[in-house]
């Protein structure tokens, strides 16, 4: 089992900036990616930003040049850096791990626990 704790969440003006932060431990096998989705009141969860394993990146598009997902060096911690934050942005920010088998073959989905941003205008 993978355990993943968020961080960072809050309330800011718009404009400004926030820094989630999701670690993961526990029996990691390898991997594949690592992202964050938001939900905000009343409407579907959407993936905000993934980065895999190769480092290759994904973003949605109203944060796009705005959001940036990273990583450290043992790649078991994601990052979103969230920049000239607009109160659209206001969701619970989930972070997601996926997780796959040595041989490839079967994926485990992971979530965080939701950390609640709100940008207020």
């Known amino acids: 089992q993978v355990q993943l704790v968020e961080s960072g969440g809050g309330l800011v003006q718009s404009g400004g900036s926030l820094r989630l932060s999701c670690a993961a431990s526990g029996s990691i096998r390898s991997i594949k990616r690592m992202g964050w989705y938001r939900q905000a009141p009343g409407k579907q969860r959407e993936l905000v930003a993934t980065i895999t394993k190769s480092g290759a990146t994904d973003y949605l598009v109203s944060v796009k040049g705005r959001f940036t997902i990273s990583r450290d060096n043992p790649k078991t911690t994601v990052y979103l850096q969230m920049n000239s934050l607009k109160p659209e942005d206001t969701a619970v920010y989930y972070c997601?791990?996926?997780?796959?088998?040595?041989?490839?073959?079967?994926?485990?989905?992971?979530w965080g626990q939701g950390t609640q941003v709100t940008v207020s205008s």
């Open positions: 997601h791990v996926q997780d796959e088998s040595i041989d490839g073959s079967t994926y485990f989905n992971y």
